[in-house]
């Protein structure tokens, strides 16, 4: 298109001249009308990388781990340790039945992983992968946070409405912060308190990690059943990602509602980059919604296409990519329940992570 615009300019110009002015008016409104679509068609993110998984279909959360630009993925019995050096697999953390939540002590290295069936917290070797200790934590552990203020490991249980602090040092589990419901994630905000949203009730609490006691609890109305959790601590907002398509945006400090933005739906996960000022929702329709916080302005930026099932997610903060696992659809399973969604069939051994880059 650019270089056959020159050749229409010269060929009107060549008109009468009566014409001329009318033409030109034409073309410009035809340029920019072309410029625009461009513009609007360039998306914000592309696929850079897929990385077969293969094994079973199960999966939950994953954690990128920026020391080591390291993905872990749960994966039903056991964690995949993928390189984002060399996009292969280089290790798993195993006999982990029911696996959700990793979380990685900065300080240490150790990799944390829960089992839900066995309803333990692991810490692992970093370097060997070998299990070192494992501490009880809460019924039907799920999310695994590690919070920089406290240096502790929080472990939170939706069957058991509580919160299990582990302290690293030691690795032993401390007393369960009582929940006023069923949880579903959670994220520290790195200046001594945890966020989490308790889905059976459409809350999101706010927790003081030198205490471990919960200091606010605050509706989300509009949003029913929070998933997934993310923060940004510089302009103290919380976004959670729920179940009914829409995104919540809430004041850190205030819990005034400041915002609710429309997502994709089977939403799972949320994640925040702090360079660009950008919150995700990772969507199991197929969708990645992208809302821009910069300058307090919570506004929706664009709504990307990914792949079905690919509802959970990570972030590296620093480059800004993304990373998101599915596997591939072969049909859909009826509904299980009167007013239920179809779920997703899918093909063994098929499950891969899809790695996506900001393009500017």
Excluded at 66 to 84: C, F, K, N, Q, W
Excluded at 177 to 182: F, K, N, W
Excluded at 209 to 225: N, Q, S
Aim: glycine letters at 8%; proline letters at 8%; hydrophobic letters at 45%.
């Amino acid at each position: 298109m650019a270089g056959l615009v020159p050749a229409i300019l010269a060929f009107l110009l060549r008109r009468a001249p009566t014409q001329q002015a009318i033409m030109k008016t034409l073309l410009a409104a035809l340029l920019a009308a072309t410029l625009s679509t461009a513009v609007q068609a360039a998306p914000l993110y592309h696929l850079t990388a897929t990385i077969p998984l293969g094994g079973g279909l199960k999966w939950d959360y994953l954690r990128f781990d920026p020391a080591t630009d390291r993905l872990y993925v749960s994966h039903g019995t056991e964690v995949t340790i993928v390189s984002l050096r060399t996009n292969k697999i280089i290790g798993e953390l195993k006999n982990l039945p029911g696996s959700h939540g990793i979380a990685i002590d900065p300080a240490t290295g150790a990799i944390y992983a829960d089992s839900a069936a066995n309803a333990q917290a692991i810490a692992f070797n970093p370097k060997n992968f070998a299990p070192v200790a494992a501490a009880s934590v809460v019924l039907d552990a799920d999310a695994v946070v590690y919070d920089p203020s406290s240096k502790k490991i929080y472990v939170n249980g939706g069957d058991g409405m509580a919160i299990t602090p582990i302290d690293p040092i030691t690795n032993k589990a401390e007393p369960n912060i009582a929940l006023p419901g069923a949880p579903e994630f959670f994220a520290a905000d790195g200046a001594g308190a945890l966020y989490e949203n308790i889905e059976s009730t459409s809350q999101l609490v706010r927790i003081d990690t030198a205490t471990d006691k919960i200091t606010a609890t605050w509706p989300l109305a509009p949003c029913a059943h929070p998933k997934g959790l993310a923060i940004d601590p510089t302009q103290r907002i919380i976004f959670s990602s729920c179940a009914n398509g829409v995104m919540a945006a809430t004041n850190a400090d205030t819990g005034a509602q400041l915002a609710t933005i429309p997502i994709g739906q089977h939403t799972d996960a949320a994640a925040f980059d702090p360079i660009r000022h950008r919150a995700f929702s990772s969507n199991g329709d197929g969708t990645l919604t992208i809302i821009s916080d910069a300058g307090g302005h919570i506004a929706l930026l664009a709504t990307l296409k990914t792949a079905p099932g690919a509802r959970t997610m990570a972030i590296d903060p620093t480059t800004g990519r993304l990373f998101l696992v599915t596997a591939t659809v072969t049909g859909l399973i009826p509904p299980d329940a009167p007013g239920a969604s179809p779920k997703f069939k899918f093909a063994p051994g098929t499950l891969h992570v899809l790695v996506y880059a900001p393009s500017k």
